[in-house]
Nanobody
Framework: QVQLVESGGGLVQAGGSLILSCAASGRTFSAYAMGWFRQAPGKEREFVAAISSFGGSTYYRDSEKGRFTISRDNAKNTLYLRMSGLKPEDTAVYYC??????????????????WGKGTLVTVSS
């Protein structure tokens, strides 16, 4: 069992920046590929970004390239999502998730082994 706890969400004005964190516990963090997903009010959950187990490869939803940066610190068992140039449409509950073994298709389609409970990000206009 891997437990994931997100933090860092809050209210931010359009154009602002925010850093989300995801603390992992329970198993070896470095063995898992990690991802960030989000679910806006009344909409389905969607892929945002992912990173390989050792951080060598990253993947982003096309609309977030250049604005969002995913990173990890395996020594601290923590995943991060740095967001800038935030837009009202970025408003959503953001979830971190873990998957044992890397797979671009699996990561981008939400085929994950463990999920956190989310942190709310609200972007005002």
């Amino acid at each position: 069992q891997v437990q994931l706890v997100e933090s860092g969400g809050g209210l931010v004005q359009a154009g602002g920046s925010l850093i989300l964190s995801c603390a992992a516990s329970g198993r070896t963090f470095s063995a898992y590929a990690m991802g960030w997903f989000r679910q806006a009010p009344g909409k389905e959950r969607e892929f945002v970004a992912a990173i390989s187990s050792f951080g060598g490869s990253t993947y982003y939803r096309d609309s977030e390239k250049g604005r969002f940066t995913i990173s990890r610190d395996n020594a601290k068992n923590t995943l991060y999502l740095r967001m800038s140039g935030l837009k009202p449409e970025d408003t959503a509950v953001y979830y971190c998730a873990a998957r044992f073994s890397d797979s671009i298709v699996a990561l981008t389609t939400g085929q994950m082994d463990y999920w956190g409970k989310g942190t709310l990000v609200t972007v005002s206009s």
